[in-house]
């Protein structure tokens, strides 16, 4: 079956530092890959999304992810972490139906 | 000007009733969505309508029974409620073909005592 995988489910980093939050997918395809970010006690929003076009991707709030085929991988990144950016991520990628498959989902802490 | 809105955000019930939630998207989308969220946090997708046709199942208990009197709205009802039952329930609308962003609501707790 089609998957995804994220690599750590907590991260923690220092308010200033890199984030990289990890995303592995299996597909014989280049597939529709999303970044979508949970805060407390709210819905999913979208991050960023790769179909296809550009394989480094920008999204809202600084964040943006590259897609590398020969690694399989799609990984998030922001230069510099905000207290605010502390939340869930999940990593998910779209098939038939515009189904999205996610991933187990990352707990990012952002620390003083 | 909620984009997709579920009712209610918040649900405690006791085990055997029915309960429903409501969803309503006014993005014009024409593919709705219900995911489950456990308490692990993980998401997996239940139900989709496209143009008011089902046209995902997963393998969800028949005690779920989706409803899509259009295709701004896609409700869930859900029979003889269990423990297991209790999750947050998040509805979904985007345009059916693949790669489209999907849109979600703010999710529905529902807590099964």
């Known amino acids: 079956a089609q998957s995804v995988t994220q690599l750590g489910s907590h991260v923690s980093v220092s308010e200033g530092a890199l984030v990289l939050l990890r995303c592995n997918y299996s597909?014989?395809?280049?597939?529709?890959l999303f970044w979508y970010v949970q805060y407390p006690n709210q819905g999913l929003q979208l991050l960023l999304k790769?179909?296809?076009?550009?394989?480094l991707v920008k999204g809202i709030n600084g964040f943006e992810a590259e897609f590398k085929k020969s690694e399989t991988s799609f990984h998030l990144t922001k230069p510099s972490a905000h207290m605010s950016d502390a939340a869930e991520y999940f990593c998910?990628?779209?098939?038939?139906?515009?189904?999205?498959?996610f991933g187990t989902g990352t707990q990012l802490k952002v620390e003083l | 000007d909620t984009a997709v809105s579920q009712t209610p955000k918040y649900l405690v019930t006791q085990m055997g009733n029915d309960k429903s939630i409501k969803c309503e998207q006014n993005?014009?989308?024409?593919?709705m969505y219900w995911y489950k969220q456990d308490s692990k946090k993980f998401l997996k997708i239940m139900f989709s309508?496209?143009?008011?046709?089902?046209?995902i199942n997963e393998t969800v208990p028949n005690r779920f029974s989706p409803k899509s009197p259009d295709k701004a709205h896609l409700n869930l009802h859900i029979n003889s409620l269990e423990l297991g039952d209790s999750a947050v329930y998040f509805c979904?609308?985007?345009?059916?073909?693949?790669?489209?962003?999907?849109?979600f609501g703010e999710g529905s707790w529902l807590t099964v005592v």
């Open positions: 597909s014989s395809v280049p597939p529709y």
């Open positions: 979904a609308s985007s345009h059916g073909d693949p790669g489209n962003t999907i849109y």
């Open positions: 998910a990628r779209g098939g038939g139906g515009n189904k999205l498959t």
């Open positions: 790769y179909t296809s076009a550009a394989t």
């Open positions: 309508y496209n143009n008011k046709e089902l046209i």
């Open positions: 993005l014009g989308h024409d593919t």
